[in-house]
């Protein structure tokens, strides 16, 4: 299949996106929601026409609460600011009503410890579930040792799902920088779905590898096994992608605004998984065979 015999291209593309987002994250870092930084946040809709922005900005200055406003819907705000106190929260909506009436339609508040635990816990957790995939992987493979041996099919899915967490995480970066988004547990959470939608992909491909080795003539390439196997599962594995896309970019349209950095993150995630599992996993297990078939000719020369 072309997916086997132009891997290189592939792989360039992979190290442009990966690098990119860490570029990125270098350079502009990550924009942390109050789950990690500690702060609140609340959101109001207006039931006629919402004030001017500028206005609002000036009239929320006296109370010292360094909020950030940002527009939503058709007649709403969001306004982030730091932690604040009931008194301050009712200075606020004081100050919000002056402006017509008004609904409150959610309002949150998180300490900076508690945002501080977020943040370990979340990193932890990101890190735990990708060792538990290595090791399942190799687990499940462990009869497979020839040409690849298991705990190699293991790294190879390790180095898809990095590449799956990166890239999400590198274009939030870009977009917090220039569009002002976030990242929260919604955030962590997207990536740890990303996580089991793109492994199981990948799992996919090798079981069929693993099933078409058990099959194949003791002369064919393994390289003609992987570009079978990657053929054979090529239409199921963008099919259940599509499907499951569709359903995201509806939900990011119509879901609140709550729920849309979450679907937008699922979104990205889901593509770059799939073109992982497909474009850059499974042939990486070609190029990992030929390595070791390149070692065992260098050793037979060099006797």
Known sequence: MFVVKYRKFFYAL????VIGSIASVSIWGLKPGIDFKGGSIIEVEYTNARPD???????????AIDASIRATGSNGYIIRMKDINQEQKN?????????????????????PLLGSEALRKSMVSIIFVILAIVFFIAF?????????????YGIVAVIALIHDVIVPTG???????????EVD??????????LGFSVHDTIVVFDRVRENLN???????????????????????????MTTLLALIVLYFVGGESTQHFSLALIIGIIAGTYSSIFLGSPLLVTIWKWQEKRIEAKKAAK
């Open 14 to 17: 992979s190290a442009i996106l």
């Open 91 to 111: 200075s606020l909506t004081s100050v919000l009503g002056t402006f017509g009436s008004s609904t409150e339609k959610r309002f949150d508040s998180v300490g």
């Open 53 to 63: 922005q500028n206005t609002l900005t000036t009239s929320l200055a006296p109370l």
């Open 140 to 152: 499940a493979f462990r009869k497979v040792s020839v040409p690849v041996s298991s705990w190699q």
């Open 215 to 241: 099959h194949a003539k003791a002369n064919k390439p393994f390289s003609e096994i992987v570009g079978e196997s990657i053929s054979q599962t090529f239409t199921r594995s963008v099919n259940t992608s």
């Open 185 to 194: 547990t919604l955030f962590v959470t997207a990536l740890l779905v990303v």
């Open 171 to 181: 274009i939030f970066s870009v977009l917090g920088h220039f569009a002002g988004y």
